[in-house]
């Protein structure tokens, strides 16, 4: 249950004065539709109406506000002209011009004869100052409140910043004072004011330079949200530790047979990830472990030893992949290992119905089966084991915490090994899995060339395309991928269809098209025809399979490549320089390019260190986009910025260890104000798994 000091928080807009029912739809895309939205929609820029120069030396362009007399309206004698009003201070005469203006409203604000405050810009127009429609006017009384500096709010179509300027400070006012949930040293220390007040401070900037994040009201904000998130995981993960895990040894017999069976000797990556997995497991605490490896690093047979080792212990184990098409390459790598092993793998995908499933099913609950491959089928409620000891779900940042839960359920402390081609940076890893321990395989197999990485301009993709047509006469493969378009999957698609049209009537049957739109066997079809059939050269979108093993392809070309984020170009890329051929990748990119854009591939052309990737692209592009928004599945900030903020982060999760030392359900003075907090951020999901009190 939502403390009750937080309700006022937690109400919808519509409350506030001012906000109709047509405004808050805006309000909710613009900021989302409750009190405590408004209340992190924070500045992001200033107006200074200090500037108070005396008419005649304004300077155009500038925002300034004038003391000015009011002397005469001149009426417009046709529509398209504006209504003026002439004034004057003692240095000259300036027009305050309205277009389409209510001559009634227009006399009330600035009635003959008056003196007014007016703030806007100053512009000349043929010689003579004007001000078209002022942000501000009032009587010169009111100078003192108009002279100051303006927050400047990210606005919506619709929305005016006078309107949400008005409904922030409504917000802010109707915000309580909540109790203090940070360590009053460490909020001295840093020189922080409590919540309210800090809140209240990163709406009032003084400056442009008090935007920064840096400033003291803001990372008091920025850190209270890294608070909430790990002192979530926190509890999370405390509970799942508590339920206990049991031994899992084999005695080495089948991992044996399978290793022998191996076509090449594993990295020594591979070797010591193996090593941490099957000391964790053998341990009696549940594991939870992330196996971290660009594409291609080898991180199914790792799974699959692990996976051995659980059978030879007497148990169950699964991997879950997201898609059908990694489903059936797992399967496809597992199969003939496990075969070598004389153990059986089930391969269960959405695609098994009727009979055909429900015999697999049985099979898998009588424990007659050791080893399941499959999709999120494998985690539907009517499938059982008979004794599921691991679970490994190659995520490819696709699953949320619940589904990874979900298929835990279906044992008793079923150990956890988490597998991602997503080299995340150490700061994504805590705000999203908390402190998970990590394997890396930062080694590539051996016989790998690098993959040569070019960045060309659209303009040539004529030459682009004939260079294409050579290299496929020479017996190479191509994928080309088309732009992302993070609106719009339609458009994706058809940006796709274009292409495709385009480079089938240069080169026929042999260019194949997948895209997200597909029905999955369709789309398996081309691929598979693209891996071993007549295709040459497919086109896809975005979607196409990141895990997909196609060792003829030597060449991706990227069209608008400065659209994607550096994680999914290093992914996409990913996908060639398998086999022991050169590889090319072409970034194409668009005219102008940014200097960002442009810092981006130049890190692509001169690293293929997925970690290290992903440090830069976290540093240049901040959190939120480094994995494209739309599957990322990475908890979203909106007051940290991680880019900024990692050291906070890391302080937090300090914080929250030495916390839970101290007042394991969070029942004292501080721990009652975290449990607000929580809700204040709706981590609320978290307190479940405290005592209550
Ligand atoms: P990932 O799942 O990490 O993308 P895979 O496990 O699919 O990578 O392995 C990619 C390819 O590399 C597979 O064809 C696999 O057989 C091969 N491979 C794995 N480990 C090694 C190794 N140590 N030496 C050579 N090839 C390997
Ligand atoms: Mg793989």
Redesign the pocket.
């Given at each position: 249950m939502r403390p009750e000091v937080l309700y006022p928080l937690f109400r919808p807009v519509t409350e506030l004065p001012g906000i109709g029912p047509r405004n808050a739809k805006l309000f909710e895309q613009l900021a989302g539709g409750r009190v405590v939205d408004l209340c992190w929609h924070l500045p992001s820029g200033v107006i200074d109406r200090g500037y108070q120069p005396r008419v005649a030396d304004a300077e155009p362009g500038r925002i300034a506000t004038l003391t000015v007399n009011v002397e005469q309206h001149l009426e417009p004698r046709s529509r398209k002209q504006p209504y003026r009003v002439r004034c004057w201070d003692e240095s000259s005469a300036i027009d305050i011009v309205f277009f389409h203006a209510k001559p009634d409203y227009v006399r009330k604000i600035l009635p003959v004869g008056a003196t007014r405050i007016v703030s806007g810009k100053v512009e000349s127009y043929h010689g003579l100052p004007q001000m078209a429609h002022p942000d501000h006017v009032a009587p010169p009384e009111q100078r003192e409140s108009v002279g100051t500096v303006e927050p400047v709010y990210p606005l919506t179509q619709g929305l005016t910043q006078k309107v949400v300027r008005k409904a922030v400070a409504a917000a802010l006012k109707s915000a309580p004072e909540l109790p203090e949930w940070l360590e009053p040293s460490y909020l001295r220390q840093q020189g922080w004011a409590p919540w309210r007040q800090a809140l209240e401070n990163a709406h009032a900037p003084g400056s442009e330079a008090e935007i920064d994040p840096q400033t003291p009201a803001r990372q008091r904000l920025a850190y209270d949200e890294l608070l909430a998130n790990q002192l979530a995981l926190a509890l999370v993960r405390r509970s799942q530790r508590k339920t206990k895990g049991r031994r899992i040894a084999g005695d080495g017999h089948l991992r044996e047979q399978a290793l022998s069976a191996?076509?090449?000797?594993?990295?020594g990556a591979?070797a010591r990830a193996t090593r941490e997995i099957l000391a964790d497991m053998a341990d009696d605490a549940r594991m939870l472990r992330l196996l971290q490896?660009?594409?291609?690093?080898?991180?199914?047979?790792?799974?699959l030893l692990a996976m051995l080792a659980a059978v030879e212990a007497g148990g169950q184990a699964a991997l879950m992949a997201p898609t059908e098409i990694l489903a059936r390459?797992?399967y496809a790598?597992i199969q003939p290992l496990a075969d070598a092993a004389g153990v059986e793998v089930l391969l269960l995908t959405g695609r098994d119905k009727g009979k055909a499933r429900q015999q697999a099913l049985s099979r898998l609950a009588s424990g007659d089966v050791k080893l399941a491959v499959g999709t999120h089928a494998l985690f539907q409620e009517d499938v059982a084991f008979d004794n599921l000891c691991l679970a490994v779900i190659?995520e490819q940042h696709r699953f949320g915490v619940h589904q990874r839960m979900t298929l835990q359920a279906k044992g008793r402390g079923v150990d956890v090994l988490v597998?991602t081609?997503t080299p995340i940076p150490r700061t994504l890893m805590l705000t999203s899995y908390g402190d998970m321990e990590a394997s890396k395989?930062d080694e590539k197999?051996?016989?790998?060339k690098p993959v040569d990485t070019r960045v060309v301009a659209l303009d040539r993709l004529d030459q682009v395309v004939d260079g294409v047509g050579r290299s496929m006469a020479a017996g190479h493969k191509t994928f080309w991928v088309c732009p992302l378009v993070e609106e719009s999957e339609a458009v994706e698609v058809a940006a796709a269809e274009e292409r495709y049209t385009a480079l089938k009537s240069r080169f026929g049957a042999r260019v194949g098209l997948v895209h997200g739109r597909m029905r999955a066997a369709d789309k398996d079809r081309v691929m598979a025809e693209f891996k071993d059939g007549d295709i040459d050269i497919l086109v896809a979108t975005t979607v196409i399979e990141v895990?997909v093993?196609v060792?003829a392809a030597t060449i991706m070309v990227i069209e608008h490549a400065e659209r994607f984020g550096l994680a999914q170009l290093h992914q996409l890329r990913?996908r060639i320089g398998?086999g022991d051929q050169q590889a090319t990748c072409l970034l194409l990119y668009q005219t102008p390019l940014g200097e960002t854009a442009a810092e981006r591939l130049k890190v692509m052309r001169e690293s293929e260190d997925g970690f290290r990737i992903a440090e830069q692209d976290l540093k240049l592009r901040g959190a939120g986009e480094l994995l494209g928004t739309r599957q990322s599945g990475f908890p979203e900030f909106r007051l940290a910025d991680l880019s900024v903020h990692d050291d906070l982060l890391a302080t937090a999760r300090d914080d929250v260890q030495l916390v839970l030392e101290r007042d394991s359900e969070l029942q004292g003075d501080r721990g009652r104000a975290l449990r607000v907090l929580l809700y204040l951020f709706e981590r609320d999901a978290a307190v479940k798994y405290l005592r209550s009190g």
């Open positions: 191996l076509p090449f000797e594993l990295t591979q490896g660009d594409v291609g690093s080898g991180k199914t047979v790792v799974a390459q797992h790598t190659d597998m081609a395989l197999p051996a016989g790998r895990g093993d060792p990913g398998r």
